[in-house]
């Protein structure tokens, strides 16, 4: 990661108070993989990078170990946490149920023009999928923006909200899932056919494409996580 790339991010957070800027700047970058797991997080380096005293840089880190993404090593310091099989059941557990309650209730009250948006969204990340040299950020980014028109359609703002909540932690597993290039073509694969039982307003058959969607990723960022990320 870049210098250029760790300040362009602290940018987006410039309205709040230091440490929090801090904060959230490192953790977008564990959650978008920039910062890879056990890579280490040296205050003195980190404070001179992001131009600031190393204290906020120290609170900032203290944070994201009460987040779970980054741990305090005997003898190393603080490193980003590696990616578990328990958080990657808990996120995806949680992740499943609201998930297939926000595409039932999308099957009934996704609008045409909902429709058509969410079709675009699948071609888009079609597009990207097949290009060479593909940027897997941008993909996982395109694969939450087509999941978000289901979410919208749901119409229930609530739903929505603690979707949202779970959004950043659930783009930590999205770019894993989406670095194996085989798991993109089922994603496209995917995506058409959550589209079609939605275009066909068929709410078991939506429901369990969704289900099948999340599981097959569960599965598959198992099998990384066994090969030690």
């Known amino acids: 990661m870049t210098e250029d790339h760790l300040t362009k991010t602290m940018t987006e ?14 953790r977008k970058e564990i959650l978008h993989g920039n910062l890879k797991p056990g890579e280490r997080l040296m205050e003195i380096q980190l404070a001179n990078r992001l131009g600031v ?9 203290r944070m994201l170990e009460l987040e779970g993404l980054v741990i305090n090593m005997p003898h ?9 099989e328990k958080d990657l059941q808990d996120v995806l557990e949680v992740r499943e149920g609201l998930e297939e309650m926000a595409v039932r209730l999308a099957c009934e009250r ?16 079609e597009k990207l999928a097949r290009a060479e040299n593909s ?11 087509f999941h ?17 909540n779970l959004r950043e932690q659930m783009f930590r597993y999205r ?21 079609e039982s939605l ?17 097959r990723q569960m599965d598959a960022i198992r099998e990384l996580i066994a090969n030690q990320i």
């Open 13 to 26: 957070y410039a309205d709040m108070p230091l440490r929090d800027v801090i904060f959230q700047t490192l």
């Open 53 to 61: 005293s190393r204290t906020p840089v120290r609170e900032a880190i």
């Open 76 to 84: 190393k310091g603080a490193q980003v946490a590696k990616i578990t």
């Open 110 to 125: 996704i609008t045409d023009e909902e429709l058509h948006e969410l079709y675009e969204a699948s071609r888009t990340f």
């Open 135 to 145: 940027d897997v950020t941008r993909l996982a980014e395109a694969d939450e923006a």
């Open 148 to 164: 978000a028109i289901i979410y919208r359609a749901s119409c229930n703002r609530r739903l929505v909200q603690l979707i949202n």
């Open 175 to 195: 770019v894993e899932y989406l670095k194996d290039a085989a798991n993109r073509d089922s994603l496209i694969r995917e995506h058409d056919e959550l589209w």
């Open 199 to 215: 275009r066909r307003k068929d709410i078991d058959d939506t429901s369990k494409n969704m289900r099948m969607h999340i599981e």
